[in-house]
């Protein structure tokens, strides 16, 4: 895993202006560093995270007579790939999968992305054609930022090094969207002029024009049983793939259902493993019990690691730095610790339980989709009123919440548009769309990246997908009457039951023993103290200036922890990445 960053066009910067925006993404891939321009129109840069084939033969960006690609993930089959396209006449200099991707876009061109298993963000040029590709894996699991500038294209793991190319300001619409909703509801960035390339699709460059193709995309499986030995083969060669690597790999263990079933499955194929388990609270909570009893029942090493409060207001500086665009869940922080503790215990890459929830089915508001007469508006409702914040608009400008008040009708659009299969499918694909992509898996990229580590995550796999798709609904969810056992991830439970004590197989996700409530930890001590600060001290009077053509601040008063902690992240992301950037 690696940060990537290029530009297509002409009047291209001189190498050490372009070498100098590349450096704010070195902490993505402190192994190599380097930086090639080509025709005077091309200049690709890389820092790696070297993971597969560790020689300094992968170092990118990879040249080759025909290409040259800057790529940042994991293809887990690259082995097979390059057997296939050695048996087409192909030759290999190198052992690792970046020679893969590059060889394979030769043979069979944005065709080949359908045939790469894995996580990656792709920006490949053509010499011949003068073309420039950018992909993006199906789920969205790494970013892939974009700026289109007339005839000049720039690209980039992270906003960081496009925003040193031009003037930096806020998306108004996506400012709405996030105070709303706690993300984005578009490819949009929240900084203006700023877009991501969306999961599972190609964008070509050549000549001014602009090609969109999408490769990959949620589409509707034949409901059928699927038992959980063939849940289970599935989800075992998913562990099994995610584990290639040429370094250790380790495993974060929440004690919750999905990280557990990670840990079981990566057990059985590895004996060495260290599981990781953080914790803010400063007493025992069930999460570090929970995940006591899954290593120590698939006998793996356990470290516990209770991660400080802190000073928040420095901590969230730090965890906007890097995460870039406002978030409004404060899980950050322990993703941020997490990465650390990660790193400074020696690994590079660490197997996560994220996106199950997603795919299987696992949040309470899921359970809309089967309730009697439910249509895809009162789904949209239901979730709306389960997601979103609507009190935000207490505080947003008369103006700004009128015109957010107008885009009603747009965002039901926008959920509909998801629609196919069942109604849970609909529900899931607008799930996996935007809150997973923009909000969790933005999180997860970025909070790791931070201190060089990988994440991967074995439930978002195509056919993890297929597998899950294909489950009648009812395997995900039962709300009827006559279910007196658990009512969601039905099917992940009962496979759970054949790999782990029962009492982590059916312990909730939410409520009493299920997931940590962060506002409720220690963490959060000094919330109101500094959004106090934040909101009145004269530190951060010009970013509360940048962002009061939308916000009134005046009316900011006795608003929620969640509102409170959506505000101050808002200021601090205007503050690093606007208002000083304006100032360079």
Known sequence: MCGIFGIVGRNLPSDEAFLSSLRTIKHRGPDDFSAFRIDRELIFGHARLAIIDLSE????????????????????????????????????????????????????GDACFEKLHGMFAIAIYDKKTKTLSLARDRFGIKPLYVREQGDTVS??????????????AINPDVLQEITLWGFPLSQNSFFADLSQVAPGEVIS??????????????TAETKRWWNEFGLRKVLDQSVSDHMVADVPVAIALSGGLDSSIVAALAARQRGDLVAFTTTFSDREDDEVEYARIVAKHCGIEHRV???P??????????ILHHVEEPLANPNVFPTFGLSKVIRDNGFKVILMGEG?????????????AQEDNASTRSMYEHYRRRRAQPGAVAYLRAPVAKALAAREGEFLSVFEKRALGTKLDTMLSFERAYQMQFAQLLRVDKMMMAHSVEARVPYLYSSVLQAANRLPDKRKIDISPKNRGRLDKIALADLARKLLPAQVADRPKFGKGGTVNLWETPLMTNLDAVADKMLTSDEY???????????????????SAKHLFTLISLITATDIHVVAGNRE
């Open 57 to 108: 033969a992968s170092n990118q960006p990879f040249l080759t007579d025909c290409t040259v690609l800057a790529y940042n993930g994991e293809v887990y089959n690259y082995r097979e790939v390059r057997a296939a396209l050695q048996k087409l006449g192909h030759s290999f200099s190198t052992s690792g999968d970046t020679e893969v991707v590059a060889r394979a876009f030769e043979q069979w």
């Open 155 to 168: 690209f980039a793991s992270e906003t960081k090094p496009l925003l040193r190319l031009g003037p930096r």
């Open 205 to 218: 460059f050549s000549g001014g024009s602009v090609h969109r193709r999408f490769w990959a995309q949620d």
């Open 305 to 307: 690691i209770r991660l």
């Open 309 to 318: 409060a802190g000073d928040f207001e420095q901590t969230l500086r730090s």
């Open 356 to 368: 199950s929830d997603e795919i299987f089915a696992g949040y309470p508001w899921h359970r809309a």
């Open 541 to 559: 009077r010009i970013s509360r200036e940048y962002l009061s053509e939308w916000i009134n601040w005046n009316a900011v008063k006795g608003t």
